[in-house]
């Protein structure tokens, strides 16, 4: 068995779980999908544990020749302890899928667990690439794999341009690998001096897989199912996706984007999310809408701060997916049996106060961008967040329902998942340390309480500030007069863009149309596609050599 103790094997293990899932309908059993998933998770978590290396890396690669470029390399995947750690996290996010999902049941049950268990195996092996030609090959197996398992879910109305965004992400990964030279494409991603224009590919992928505002409408309008979507096809690949980017930023490749218009950008972009969700009647959109902006705060956070706190960076990975996660899980437990533990975690975490995993970025940030210095950034970021907490308390306003006196096994599994997302926002959180020794840095975090004295008075009143008025506004009753409803709904659609992904629809419609006529002229496409090809074979014969 010593070839799974390498960087594939929780993916290999992972992938032979989503077979044995296929194939479940021979297997004798009573319920195969949660002991053959359960199975899978143990043994690709077994794998990790085994693979854990603080310091030096471990490789294994797959040699490759390129046939236009005079140069040998490979398929390489590297684990060291930050890849490790986001693979800890992946799979503790896997965990919590699978127990939400124990018993659901129907014709096509084990052919979603099936397309999970696949889609968190690429999502490591994209986590573990070593090398940008690994990481766009692995990227589009991560899309398709993502749109395969999209087109499993029920639906009344087909959605097909929109949720398209989403894969565009991998036409853009495939261009930083094009655009980049042969020596770029084969060197490790830690070292590349990638160019800005392969950086800003980069960048544009993993903003379109997170979903960051304004690049959220495929999620928005997506046909997810509540949890057994959002977990695996969003949320594990988005926290992949900006992990990638922690790492890059570790390296200062992001320095070109250094900038007042890109601080205003993102400001603005951070304040247009906020504002689409508290004004967001559904509150499954208002969900994706809060995802899509602590997406962009992390976001944010890395490219504008470069080479910042390797704690920070790390604290702001951890609190976006385990808080998300655990975000999901508190709504469905309010809804069972009325518990508000789990969501009162998740929003701490999410807004970073102290104690929390989440607090480590923030107080990263604070020091990174002085409050005096960058005053109508932190006033718009401000405001922005005081929208989000008035949103994310909207639940504190229905009343509590007692407790079951006798507990059933999904809430138990419930309660399995909620505890297993809050214990490491918690015990992080409380003890920076544990963190330091997940990812491997030599940097002294200090206690908690080094942290807290460590951020400016200034962020510690903005803190508060955001605490007292998105509390307020969470209280404010809306206004009950004639005409609210219409207002409310007219000002969502403008704040979710949906009318931008409509111009946009209308303007492709209207080049598809525009070509089929070019098509008509120039008698069928047949003919076209020939004259094409004659033009391209007589650039190549008729151009000068050398």
Known sequence: MSWLIQPLGP?????????????????????????????????????????????????????????????????????????????????????????????????????????DLALTATTISVLFADNLLTLASMWVLMESVALARLALEPTQRVETGRVGLSAASALFMALACSLSGPALVMSPLSTAAFTPLVQGMLILAIALRAAVYPFHGWLTHSRLSFIAGRLPIYLIPAMVGLWLLGMLN???ITAWLDGLPWMGF??????????????????????????????????????LWPGQSTLA?????????????????????????????????????????????????????ARSAPLREHLGF???????????????LRGWRQPLRPLPRRVSGPQTRLLI????????????????????????TEEAPGGILALARGMPLAAWIRLLAVSLLGFG????????????????????????????????????????????EVL???????????????????????SPVG
């Open 11 to 115: 993916a290999l293990i992972l992938g032979i779980g989503a077979l044995a899932l296929v194939l479940s309908h021979a297997f004798p059993w009573r319920r195969p999908i949660p002991v053959i998933a359960s199975l899978a998770l143990a043994g690709a978590g077994g794998v990790l544990i085994a693979l854990r290396t603080p310091r030096a890396a471990i490789l294994v690669g797959r040699p490759w020749t390129s046939i236009l470029f005079d140069i040998e390399g490979g398929l390489v995947w590297r684990i060291d302890a930050w890849a490790w750690s986001g693979g800890l996290v992946v799979l503790l996010l896997a965990w919590v899928l699978f127990l939400l999902a124990w018993d659901e049941g129907g014709r096509l049950a084990p052919y979603y667990r099936a397309a």
């Open 473 to 516: 506004l969470s209280r404010l009753q809306r206004p009950a007069w004639f005409g609210w409803q219409e207002m409310q709904r007219g000002v969502a659609r403008v704040a979710r863009l949906d009318w931008v992904y409509g111009l946009i629809h209308v303007v492709l419609l209207a080049i598809l149309a525009f070509w089929r």
């Open 378 to 392: 932190w006033g718009t970021v401000t405001g922005a967040e005081i929208l989000l907490l008035a949103t994310l």
């Open 520 to 542: 008509r002229i120039t008698e069928g496409e047949g003919y076209l596609g020939w004259l094409l090809l004659l033009l391209v074979l007589a650039w190549f014969l008729l």
């Open 266 to 303: 993102l400001a603005l972009s951070l304040l247009g999310s906020a504002l689409a969700a508290w004004i967001e009647p559904g509150e499954g959109r208002s969900l994706d809408l809060i995802a899509a902006n602590r997406a962009g705060f992390i976001l944010l956070a890395v490219i």
């Open 417 to 440: 998942a909620s505890i297993s997302l809050a214990v490491p926002v918690l015990a992080i959180g409380l003890q920076p340390a544990i963190m330091a020794h997940l990812i491997g």
């Open 313 to 365: 960076v790390a604290g702001g990975l951890f609190a976006f997916g385990l808080g998300m996660a655990l975000l999901y899980v508190a709504r469905l437990v309010n809804e069972d049996w009325g518990g508000r533990w789990p969501a009162a975690i998740a929003i701490l975490t999410l807004l970073g106060y102290p104690a929390t995993v989440g607090f480590m970025e923030l107080v990263g940030v």
């Open 250 to 252: 570790l390296a200062s």
